[in-house]
């Protein structure tokens, strides 16, 4: 008789529970396999790759022969500080650098996820936000030349976010996070107060910044009414081989990523579009800090939050798409194998926007 018992088939609901357990852990032994090999592509790759890589490297070098006197960010110092009690050396440093930027993916997720809703699951969303960050060269970006900024990148967007849904504790949490690795981060949650307002004033303010930029007025105002910060912006990093000025090419860039989900949003179900489109929101105020200031020598990097943020966005798109086989788990977790390909190829010959 056992042995009968033993051969009957399982009931179909804990048949279901079981495959749903199986691939949560396959998903996630697969996020945690994509993670290593992340993390020891950018914390072996030499001093030369990335243009800042070789002066982290000797920040962090230095940090035991002297006192710290720097004037770089407190977070970002204890951070380097601890690690380099810890011993973990150069390589070290930039591995548990580049982890910790993971660890800010995933905290963007985990509270974009929340505030999209039920609708798929969360290691599947994840793997579906790493995969398009991994063939986004912004992420490169952030990876191996603007290490801090991109490290306080994706806090912003969460920060933002939790002003969006008037959650304050969870605003100052993140917001003094992300300034504390990176100072641009206070500029970013200046223009939060815009996020109060509707889509369409949201537009109108936005479409009045970029009019102001393209036409080269808004360096024109804040050289005339605050002369301090226009020296600042443009003394910042100045150098003979990247040009200042007004760069029309990064913003009509950046706006295409603002119009790309509304154009795809009849792909995406309808109990979704609505949180979709408020999240564009969070992306549009993100921008404004570009179209104030972004004459000066990199000013790129004022719109890398913003850049890093459209791949959770789509990954939205994407996860909540009414065409199923598009967010299928198995052809979504291909795609992420195939992005750590684009994502070595990138990083190992310094592909950046």
Same mark, same amino acid.
């Given at each position: 008789m056992s042995g009968r018992a033993d051969s009957l088939p399982l009931p179909p609901r804990r048949h #279901? /529970?079981? +495959?749903t357990a199986a691939a949560a852990v396959l998903g996630f032994l697969l996020l945690a396999a994509v993670a290593v090999f992340a993390c020891w592509l950018v914390g072996t790759?030499?001093?030369?790759?990335? =243009?800042? =890589? #070789?002066t982290y490297a000797g920040f962090f070098e230095g940090l035991g022969r002297s006192s710290i006197e720097t004037r770089l960010e407190p977070g970002f110092t204890y951070l380097s500080y601890a690690l380099w009690k810890l011993g973990v050396g150069v390589v070290g440093y930039q591995t548990a650098l580049f982890a910790t930027m993971l660890a800010t993916v995933v905290v963007a997720t985990r509270r974009y996820h929340a505030f999209l809703g039920e609708g798929t699951g969360y290691l599947t969303f994840l793997g579906t936000a790493l995969m398009l960050l991994f063939v986004s060269p912004m992420f490169v970006n952030a990876t191996i030349n603007a290490v801090r900024q991109g490290l306080a990148a994706l806090l912003v967007f969460t920060a933002l976010l939790s002003f969006r849904e008037r959650r304050w504790w969870s605003f100052a949490t993140y917001g003094l996070l992300a300034s504390s690795l990176h100072m641009s981060s206070l500029l970013y949650l200046a223009f939060a107060p815009l996020l109060l307002f509707g889509v369409r004033m949201?537009? *109108?303010? !936005? !479409? !009045? /910044?970029? /009019?102001l930029y393209v036409t080269g007025l808004s360096m024109v105002l804040v050289r005339g009414f605050v002369p301090t910060l226009y020296e600042l912006v443009m003394s910042y990093t100045a150098n003979s081989y990247y040009r200042s000025g007004v760069r029309t090419d990064f913003a009509v860039f950046s706006i295409f990523w603002y119009a790309l989900p509304y154009m795809l949003m009849p792909l995406v179900r309808g109990e979704f579009r609505e949180k979709i489109r408020e999240s564009t929101g969070v992306y549009?105020?993100?921008? *404004?800090?570009?179209? /104030?200031?972004?004459?000066?020598?990199?000013? +790129?990097?004022?719109?890398?939050?913003?850049?890093?943020a459209v791949s959770l966005i789509l990954a939205a798109v994407v996860c909540h798409s009414r065409l199923r086989m598009l967010r299928h788990p198995l052809l979504l977790r291909i795609g992420l194998l195939a992005s750590c390909a684009v994502f070595y190829f990138y990083v190992t010959h310094e592909i950046v926007i």
């Open positions: #279901h /529970a079981v +495959n790759r030499g001093p030369d790759v990335g =243009t800042d =890589t #070789h949201q537009r *109108l303010v !936005a !479409a !009045a /910044a970029f /009019a549009l105020v993100m921008l *404004l800090p570009f179209f /104030a200031i972004g004459w000066g020598f990199f000013s +790129n990097r004022y719109l890398l939050p913003g850049w890093l």
